[in-house]
């Protein structure tokens, strides 16, 4: 096992896929440098610097950089699946799926089912996504429950250098459309990732982060680690909590939460997304239906409010979830009889 | 501020339409505390004192004791504040309308005194009106009256802070005194791909994850898959674990012709035959000991129950009255006995018959009896070789059954049931003890048929045979 920084994980695991496979290619603004520079030491590798090294090693046929058009770059990619490549688009912020929805949605998320399965489309559109950096509005959403709605698209949220391993390498030689959703506050985060070049986490694939048995919190990406500190704080005080990092919003691992729904009897979901039509509501539903003789208390939610993502720090930090409010909801669950 | 209360006819009970007052304990103008007596209420079925919920002044009785008024009825007026005017009470009186049933208003004693008291309605709170800014949605401030809740201190979960039904029930209940059970040891995550909870439960009963296949997408293991495992299967349970249900299916076997007969018969044999059971116990020893001798002597392989057999046998040629079977309005008795012996079989239970077993010598009963039981275990029983018994023996003491009641074999009259052999300890004629072997015969008797001084007298025949086993060679 090495320590790799998330970054890092994005970064090596496309890279080793890349040496792999020859029909793994990637496209994006500025993923080789931008203002018009062709690769060498100036070429920044994207502004996330993900694919740093990329065109030195593999390439302009390979290593593709695009106008700032995300209708193109996502049509492109598409295009590029359905002809036997295996393109990982890059989307610099996911708050500008708007301009590309029709190939998301309409082109590479049907093209399989409508083609009778005779086509296939392992296209990944990889986007950072979330709140945290000051950085507005429109560069800031979580955008996961707008995709996670989508039939045939497969959703993925890692929250740990060694889950973006296992999943994108997964995502990777996946034969459908992946939407690889990286959080912004994550790509510094630190953590052991395996060795093994083959090594892959099937998509549905839910991740047990830390076990109790009073509550169970369910969470993606960026709130993992926000529910794991809750969790360890509740801890102190004889509060166990399972949190489950979900993985993957679409297909979901319906099994590992309602087995802990069932074992805890109370549910705390988190969510960076506001809680409309949300996957918080999605989960809650879930417990609702399937669990409902387990349920001992309402299930909680823990989201952003039903507003756009403010730009004024203390605002922005009030809008986002954080450990005091989960712990709050997580002993209004308890409380309640 | 003066706080007006009606005190009404209490609903005990669904069937509880009216009740009357017995008596009064409090006189108009009177004060008094939470738990004192107001009045006793009788009803149909019982009379019980109503106790104050809470403490306060008697400002008017309507009814007068006496009085059958039905449930809902205004009884008196109370007031906690003890300052509203009389005009007040009159506008209260005016404006009171009964709640449709169980409008009780303190609840009555909790212990009644007759046993028969009907469950009691719960009595509800006294309505308050709650005057306050804050959103609260309708049903919310309806109940929040209802039961007195000081909304003030509960935060509204709602749009805004909205206060719900929810949140006035939560701050009725209170909140949950259940301690937490706290973390688990969250086992190790490795490259076989299992759901949380299958790690979790092969953590807690040490099953190796490597050594099952999953059924789940990509071969995950799932929670099922671990279950299948578990070496408590039976439900058993490894120390600490805990107990689980598995599935307990009936193996639905339908009745074959012989149980079904069997099943009919012998209902209808105990439905209908009058049984009686006379009990007797017999010294073995003299028995078993002919028997060694006569085995060896005759070459044969008899058993207990082949003994047992002939002597039943013998007696019954000395009883005939005993030996006999019913057919409607008419006893058959037979001179000579055609002994069934109850077998199980694969099939169920069969009773051949061991023909004229009175004139056989026993190496001639236990050939008959052991070519019988042949026949029985591979099905192979004739009808002829069931039918027309005269009298059954039916013995389970090789189970080390004591002794038991068997049901009589109709149209026959009688059945003998054998227990065990045990040993026990007898008195001597000297007042010693000595041990012997003892088994323990009931005889179901049809009292319709046979008599009990008769079947008394076959058992006492009987009984001296085995005890002096020479006569059976006589």
Known sequence: MAKMVYRDAVRKTIFQEMERDENVVVLGEDIVGGMGTAGGPEAIGGIWSTSTGFYDAFGPDRVIDTPISESAIVGAAGGLALTGKRPIAELMFADFIGVSLDQIWNQIAKFRYMFGGKSKCPAIIRMVYGAGFNAAAQHSQSVHQILTGMPGLKVVMPSTPGDVVGLLREAIREDDPVIFLEHKALYGLSGEVSDDPDFTIPFAHARLARAGEDVTIVATGMMVGLAEKTADTLAEDGIGCDVIDLRTTSPLDEEAVLDSVEATGRLVVVDEAPPRCSLATDIVALASNKAFASLKAPPQMVTAPHTPVPFARELESAYLPDPGKIEAAVRKALDYR | ?474
């Open chain 2, 1 to 474: 501020m003066a706080r007006l209360r009606a005190f009404t006819m209490p609903k005990w009970g669904i069937e509880m339409t009216e009740g009357t007052i017995a008596e009064w304990q409090v006189k108009e103008g009177e004060d008094f505390a939470k738990g004192d007596t107001i009045c006793s209420i009788e009803t149909a079925k019982i009379t019980n004192e109503v106790d104050a919920e809470y403490g306060a002044k008697v400002r008017r009785v309507i009814a007068e004791a006496g009085a059958e008024l039905p449930v809902g009825a205004l009884l008196a007026v109370f007031d906690d504040g003890a300052d509203a005017s009389e005009d007040e009470v009159e506008a209260f009186i005016a404006n009171f309308k009964p709640a449709g049933g169980g409008d009780a208003k303190p609840a009555p004693k909790e212990s009644a005194p007759e046993p028969e008291t009907e469950p009691q309605a719960s009595a509800p709170k006294e309505r308050v009106k709650i005057d306050t800014n804050r959103p609260i949605s309708p049903e919310a401030l309806k109940l929040a009256e209802e039961e007195g809740v000081d909304i003030a201190g509960i935060e509204g979960s709602g749009r805004g802070g909205r206060i719900t039904y929810q949140d006035v029930h939560q701050a009725i209940r209170g909140p949950n005194t259940a301690k937490p059970k706290g973390t688990t040891v969250l086992p190790e995550e490795d490259a076989i791909f299992a759901s949380p909870l299958a790690r979790r439960i092969a953590a807690l009963h040490d099953i190796d994850l490597s050594s099952l296949s999953g059924t789940g997408p990509r071969g995950r293991i799932s929670k099922k898959d671990v279950l299948a495992k578990m070496p408590d299967e039976d439900g058993a349970g490894t120390a600490g674990a805990p107990f689980r249900l598995v599935a307990n299916e009936a193996d639905i076997v339908p009745f074959d012709k012989i149980r079904k007969v069997v099943a009919k018969r012998l209902t209808t044999a105990k439905q209908d035959i009058p049984h009686f059971y006379l009990r007797i116990s017999v010294n073995a020893d003299p028995m078993l000991d002919m028997r060694k001798a006569a085995n060896l002597v005759l070459g044969c392989k008899a058993s207990v129950n082949d003994f047992i057999v002939m002597a039943a046998a013998r007696a019954l040629a000395r009883h005939p009255d005993v030996n006999v079977q019913l057919h409607g309005d008419e006893v058959h008795r037979f001179a000579h006995a055609d002994v069934s012996v109850a077998v199980a079989s694969p099939k169920g239970l069969v009773t051949p018959i061991v023909r004229q077993a009175n004139r056989m010598r026993i190496d001639q009963i236990a050939n008959a009896t052991k070519g019988l039981i042949e026949k029985a275990k591979e099905g192979t029983l004739g009808y002829e070789d069931m039918d027309g018994g005269t009298f059954t023996v039916s013995n389970l003491g090789m189970f080390g059954i004591e002794n038991f009641d068997a049901i009589i074999n109709p149209p026959q009259g009688a059945i003998l049931a054998v227990g065990g052999s045990n040993r026990v300890p007898v008195e001597t004629a000297d007042g010693g003890i000595a041990f012997e072997n003892r088994i323990s015969f009931t005889l179901s008797v049809d009292h319709r048929a046979i008599d009990g001084a008769t079947g008394a007298q076959f058992l006492q025949t009987f009984k001296m045979m085995l005890e002096d086993p020479e006569q059976l060679f006589g």
